[in-house]
């Protein structure tokens, strides 16, 4: 497995991100759809991940956009046959060490309610349920969390 920064607008990433919103536009109001299209995640403020099989498959992908406060993760997925393997939780880890390497100390996300495994995956990696951030509204078929990274500086 290998996780890289990548552009988004190959053919086998926008395929991930067009799988994603195959995915998740079914469960919700249109009012609760938060995705951002592919121009947003090209912007220089955005770091784009993508986990690689080891034969060159695209099977995972996220995000973080930088913001002056915080960097908020976006269009976490990893594909259905490729979930239980941990490849999301080293997608997180790897997009949370890039930020931090850029001054990143704070996390934000938005996800849906019915995202439980994903969710629990957040907690594990020291997230907590938090509100509404930036533009967001309250929602309730919103979940927002939020994580701050401790500085280890002596």
Known sequence: MIIAL???NQPDV???IE??????VPLYPAESHHGVDLSVLE???VLF?????????AVA???VVLETE???LKRMYTRPEQRGQGIARRLLDFLEAQAQRRGCRAFALETGYLQTDAIKLYQRCGY???????????DPNSVFMRKTILSTAM
């Open 70 to 72: 915080y960097g908020e």
């Open 6 to 8: 990548e552009s988004p």
């Open 61 to 63: 992908c996220g995000a």
């Open 128 to 138: 907590a349920l938090c509100g509404p951030f930036g533009d967001y509204l309250d």
């Open 14 to 16: 926008r395929q991930l």
């Open 49 to 57: 991940a993508v986990a690689r099989s080891d034969d060159g498959a």
């Open 19 to 24: 799988d994603l919103d195959a995915y998740q």
């Open 43 to 45: 912007q220089p403020n």
